[in-house]
């Protein structure tokens, strides 16, 4: 573990604000099978909180949670509260696209549509009607995802002629240009080289002090450079996923107050 | 030694195994192109059928199946993109579903004979009022229940390559399944739907037992009115014209049905290239 010991964790500014969002005894069922169980922990607001764990362990079903993404899975079944603002987003009255909409979320392997860049990101607010400066719209996003420079002189190309880095920060401003105000982000740099996985962790940081973001990794050292918290979930010995421990990412790295924490930080399994 | 000699034998009946069909193929084509090449030309393509070969031509006959087969796309398209679009994003699954799946499967392999029955019965008998009886909207609606199948089929295959990550984007933009289909879905399937709807009309352009059930006839001597009222009116089409003059007596009919089947063939083949430039040019390759 000498990397932790040497890693600067980033620095947290009080936060007194009330959790974004607030997850209540949540259990998630596959069928018959129990996946996710009894899950409480609260997301602050305009921080990174990073959930790690073994794979299978159910960061990802945690994940897709957040915004009913889980809703898309035949057979999935959803129990107990996910309060966004106060609000259940699993109550009846609640429209699933408008939670999507505020709760942005991008995904392990970069999913540009397959049309121009400048389309990948009017699209979102195209089927919402928007009346207003498209051509305005999609620059600020472009340029709060780092991108902007890099694709201002060809808006037009088709998305999947970018490379994987660039195609991942696009899928990141396509969210934040619909107004997302929680970022998920499921494994977003795992399939990227590791230069443009830094550039990912880098513009994460930048965003949090206007977003609030969660990001499942399995990889430790990101966990520790990017984050503020640290959830860790881990499987019980009926191989239900559960929540560990959860705490600031400094303390759950140099001082884990749970055993399988950390066996797992230090490398013992997982 | 024997077994380098039993190989050779082996090789060599696979080969003629894969030439025997091409080989028929193409001597049907030289005959083919022997008997109709001299008789075929603008006349004949322009003329009406006559009791003179000579003066025979398949104009009528022309104008059927091309009317036939921009009608049973106007009625097939729609209704097969939209029940496949249906079968692969919104039904669940469950016995239902499965059910109408396996009886579109089955309805892809029915004679098509069986589907001029049914067309006979509920087109031209049941429906007169409204198809004219032994119409081209009776031809083309029992044409659209005929390729109906193949096109749910093709058009469920292209809409499930999309990958499912394209889906995911969609919805996690807070996009409706609708806003999802129309403009994330169906543009990325939509050279694969078109191509096997191109395949299903080529077999429909090519389909005779259907049409001489519910009645198409082969002496047309007129073309359809410029207007809703050809809908309703008696046709022809290639096939049937063809298959009425190889059944003459006279040689010189023969020729005159030589001459169609290379006119029939041409439409055909430039059919299939057409689907196949599509799905080639305008496929989307993820990665």
């Given at each position: 573990m000498s990397w932790l010991q040497k890693m600067p964790l980033p620095d947290l500014p009080d936060n007194p604000e009330e959790p974004i969002i607030k997850i209540r005894n949540l259990n998630v069922w596959y069928g018959n099978r129990l996946v996710l169980g009894d899950i409480n922990l609260d997301i602050p607001?305009?921080?990174?909180?990073?959930?790690?764990?073994?794979?299978?362990?159910?960061?990802?079903?945690?994940?897709?949670?957040?915004?009913?993404?889980?809703?898309?899975?035949?057979?999935?079944?959803?129990?107990?509260?996910?309060?966004?603002?106060?609000?259940?987003?699993?109550?009846?009255?609640?429209?699933?696209?408008?939670?999507?909409?505020?709760?942005?979320?991008?995904?392990?392997?970069?999913?540009?549509?397959?049309?121009?860049?400048?389309?990948?990101?009017?699209?979102?607010?195209?089927?919402?009607?928007?009346?207003?400066?498209?051509?305005?719209?999609?620059?600020?996003?472009?340029?709060?995802?780092?991108?902007?420079?890099?694709?201002?002189?060809?808006?037009?190309?088709?998305?999947?002629?970018?490379?994987?880095?660039?195609?991942?920060?696009?899928?990141?401003?396509?969210?934040?240009?619909?107004?997302?105000?929680?970022?998920?982000?499921?494994?977003?740099?795992?399939?990227?080289?590791?230069?443009?996985?830094?550039?990912?962790?880098?513009?994460?940081?930048?965003?949090?002090?206007?977003?609030?973001?969660?990001?499942?990794?399995?990889?430790?050292?990101?966990?520790?450079?990017?984050?503020?918290y640290t959830a860790f979930i881990m499987w019980d010995d009926n191989r239900v996923g559960r929540l560990i421990e959860y705490g600031l990412t400094r303390d759950i790295f140099t001082n884990p107050k749970d055993k399988r924490t950390e066996d797992y930080i230090t490398g013992r399994f997982g | 030694m024997k077994e380098r000699w039993l190989e050779r034998l082996f090789k060599a009946l696979t080969f003629i195994s894969t030439i025997i069909g091409l080989l028929v193929l193409v001597i049907l084509l030289i005959d083919v192109l022997k008997d109709g090449l001299p008789r075929l030309s603008w006349k004949f393509i322009t003329s009406f059928p006559s009791r003179n070969p000579d003066e025979a031509g398949i104009l009528p006959a022309l104008v059927g199946s091309a009317m036939l087969l921009i009608l049973t796309a106007l009625f097939a398209f729609p209704i097969g993109v939209a029940a496949g679009i249906y079968l692969e994003e919104y039904a669940s699954d469950n016995l239902f579903t499965r059910l109408i799946e396996i009886n579109i499967a089955n309805l892809a392999g029915i004679p098509s004979i069986i589907y001029g029955l049914l067309g006979l019965e509920i087109f031209v008998r049941a429906l007169r009022g409204i198809t004219g009886g032994r119409s081209i909207f009776s031809g083309a609606l029992t044409m659209s229940l005929l390729v109906l199948p193949i096109i749910i089929v093709s058009s469920r295959e292209a809409i499930r390559a999309v990958p499912r990550s394209i889906r995911e984007a969609g919805y996690a933009l807070g996009a409706t399944k609708w806003q999802v289909v129309r403009d994330q879905i169906l543009p990325v399937a939509m050279p694969g739907i078109l191509t096997g709807t191109i395949l299903a009309l080529s077999r429909a352009i090519g389909e005779t037992a259907p049409l001489i059930t519910i009645g198409a006839l082969a002496y047309i001597a007129f073309l359809p009115p410029l207007s809703l009222k050809a809908l309703q009116s008696p046709f022809t089409v290639l096939p049937i014209q063809i298959f009425n003059w190889v059944s003459r007596p006279q040689e010189a009919f023969h020729a005159n049905a030589a001459a169609a089947i290379i006119v029939l063939l041409v439409l055909l083949l430039s059919m299939n290239a057409a689907a196949i430039y599509l799905r080639n040019r305008f496929q989307v390759r993820f990665e």
């Open positions: 607001r305009n921080r990174i909180t990073a959930i790690i764990g073994p794979s299978g362990c159910g960061k990802s079903t945690l994940i897709r949670c957040l915004n009913r993404m889980n809703d898309l899975i035949p057979n999935a079944r959803v129990e107990g509260q996910v309060l966004f603002d106060g609000k259940n987003i699993y109550s009846s009255d609640v429209d699933v696209t408008e939670i999507r909409r505020r709760i942005g979320m991008v995904f392990q392997k970069p999913n540009p549509f397959p049309k121009s860049i400048y389309e990948n990101i009017a699209w979102g607010l195209r089927i919402r009607g928007f009346k207003g400066n498209l051509d305005e719209v999609v620059e600020r996003a472009l340029r709060q995802a780092a991108l902007w420079d890099e694709v201002k002189d060809k808006l037009h190309a088709n998305a999947l002629t970018l490379s994987g880095g660039q195609q991942q920060r696009l899928c990141i401003a396509r969210a934040l240009a619909v107004g997302s105000e929680v970022l998920l982000l499921d494994e977003p740099a795992s399939a990227l080289d590791p230069i443009s996985a830094l550039k990912i962790e880098e513009l994460l940081r930048e965003l949090s002090r206007d977003y609030t973001i969660v990001i499942v990794t399995h990889n430790m050292q990101q966990a520790a450079r990017v984050s503020h | -």
